[in-house]
């Protein structure tokens, strides 16, 4: 089985920083694309920012400049350093992975991890 567990999330006062960190755990052969989304209450989940395995980033323009996403491939993890927090940045963030498990090789699978909340006060 393949878990995804996330860390990092807590309530902050605007400017201030946050580091979320997302590792995955399992039976995986390789993971391709890892990435942070954030769903805020009554809104769609929405993309934070991506990192393929080769280092290529995306971001959402809300974010562009503020957030930085980064990964340890040895570890099988991903970080989402956010600083000049905004109110509007609270959320739960969720990490997923797309991934190749051991049971399935030859196709890739996207896991979720549980969500962690990022407060954001003024």
């Known amino acids: 089985q393949v878990q995804l567990e996330e860390s990092g999330g807590g309530l902050v006062y605007a400017g201030g920083s946050l580091r979320l960190s997302c590792a995955a755990s399992?039976?995986?052969?390789?993971?391709?694309?890892m990435g942070w989304y954030r769903q805020a209450p009554g809104k769609q989940r929405e993309l934070v920012a991506t990192?393929?395995?080769?280092?290529?980033?995306n971001y959402a323009d809300s974010v562009k400049g503020r957030f930085t996403i980064s990964r340890d491939n040895a570890k099988n993890a991903v970080y989402l350093q956010m600083n000049s927090l905004l109110p509007e940045d609270t959320a739960v963030y969720y990490c997923?992975?797309?991934?190749?498990?051991?049971?399935?090789?030859?196709?890739?699978?996207?896991?979720w991890g549980q969500g962690t909340q990022v407060t954001v006060s003024s």
């Open positions: 399992g039976s995986i052969v390789s993971i391709n694309t």
């Open positions: 990192m393929a395995s080769g280092g290529s980033t």
């Open positions: 997923n992975a797309d991934l190749q498990p051991t049971y399935d090789p030859s196709r890739q699978y996207r896991y």
